[in-house]
Structures are given as C-alpha cells and as structure tokens.
C-alpha cells in the first residue's frame, strides 16, 4: 500500500508541475509552427506539393476508372463527376469549405 500512495504522489506533483511547464512549451510550439506556415518558401512548397497531388489524382483516377469501368456504382461515379466537374468549373471548394489551393 505505501508504494502505491508513494506512486499515487509522484503522478500527482508530476501532473502538476508537468501542466505547468507543458502550457508554455506549448505556446513556444505554437508560435513556431505559426511562424513557419507563415514563410513564403514553406507556402510555395506546401502549394507545388498540392498541385502535384492533384496531378497524380487526377492520373490514378484515369487509371482506376479504366481498369475498374462499368463496375463503379453510378451514386459513386456521379459523385466523382460532379467533384471534378465543380473543380474545373472554377470553385475550388471541397465539401468541408476549404480551399483545394
């Protein structure tokens, strides 16, 4: 019973002084990754890799779509049409409201 009210105490004051600590680490985290999103470099980067993405996208599916062709369910392949098409006709928005750009 004593090394489990002795472990009970060591959790307790290492929760505490851990919370403590941990809250401003955190916020030093915070600011630095703020700070490297906000960098042109890391938001070209972070861009040419979202367009490569759409890119090789865009290439699986055409894969896909002819290995798998009439074997699709038709609510998916109209899901993806409409995806595709929205995305060509100029909104970039995806289902959540963010921006594919």
């Avoid at 906000?38 to 759409?54: F, H, I, K, L, Y």
């Avoid at 062709?69 to 995305?87: K, N």
Wanted: zero cysteines.
């Amino acid at each position: 019973m004593r090394y489990r009210l002795t472990f009970v105490a060591g959790l307790a004051l290492g929760y505490v002084l851990g919370t403590r600590a941990g809250r401003e680490r955190y916020e030093q985290l915070k600011k630095s990754a703020r700070q490297i999103a906000q960098n042109p470099a890391v938001r070209n980067t972070a861009e040419t890799a979202a367009q490569q993405s759409r890119q090789y996208a865009g290439k699986a599916f055409h894969t896909v779509s002819d290995k798998v062709g009439d074997r699709v369910p038709a609510s998916v392949a109209q899901r993806v049409r409409s995806l595709r098409e929205r995305s060509v006709n100029g909104t970039a928005d995806d289902d959540w409201g963010t921006s594919n750009t």
